[in-house]
């Protein structure tokens, strides 16, 4: 709503936005009540995933919706640095340079955290599409998603490139910790045989 403000058709997309908001307040409050007739219940405790009664299928679609979601908001976002890039070479930055490079220690902390959030909904995305059909087009796809975010962050911030080693050991870091959870349950397995 911010970004649309004096734009063409503001008051229409906040009617709309502000609609979004309560049919889905609605929604939630309906639910609520039709719940707590039956029983008392927290909404934390209500919409929690509950093996047996929910199926693995509902559960596998929700997560690849949520994490595609959080893959392209993360990917826009490192791809369209907060507050853009230098259009010119004056002042002592560079064009092309995120304007919230200049900002070291809180870019970093943006980038690291971005990076890694990235980098998990790619690892969700494709540990539960592992074995569909077309699984490894979307391998691809996502791989290819990461050099691009890679390449463009680096691109972004040039004149700091010894730092990015430090963001690519963000990606990596999720996939890595997996791998290590399913050592550690492979190693617990042959103990406990």
């Not at 009617?15 to 719940?35: D, P, R």
């Not at 679609?61 to 993360?74: D, E, G, K, S, Y």
């Not at 490192?78 to 002042?91: A, K, T």
Request: proline share 3%; hydrophobic share 45%; aromatic share 14%.
């Amino acid at each position: 709503m911010s970004l649309t403000y004096k734009f063409p058709f503001h008051l229409e997309v906040l009617i709309a936005t502000a609609s979004m908001l309560a049919t889905y307040v609605s929604a939630i409050c309906a639910k609520m009540a039709s719940a707590s007739t039956t029983r008392s219940k927290s909404w934390f405790t209500h919409f929690q995933y509950k093996d047996g009664e929910d199926s693995a299928t509902d559960a596998r679609n929700v997560l690849l919706v949520v994490a595609t979601l959080i893959a392209a908001v993360t990917f826009q976002v490192g791809v369209n640095p907060p507050g853009g890039v230098w259009q010119d070479d004056d002042l002592g930055h560079k064009a092309g340079s995120a304007i919230y490079a200049s900002r070291k220690q809180a870019y970093y902390v943006f980038l690291v955290f971005n990076t890694v959030a990235l980098s998990t909904s790619v690892l969700v995305i494709m540990s539960l599409t592992y074995r569909f059909p077309f699984h490894l087009e979307i391998l691809i796809a996502t791989a290819s998603m990461l050099v691009t975010y890679g390449s463009t962050i680096f691109a972004v911030t040039r004149h700091e490139s010894y730092r990015f080693k430090y963001v690519l050991t963000t990606a990596a870091l999720p996939f890595l910790l997996r791998g290590l959870i399913q050592m550690f349950y492979m190693c617990r397995s042959k103990i406990y045989k």
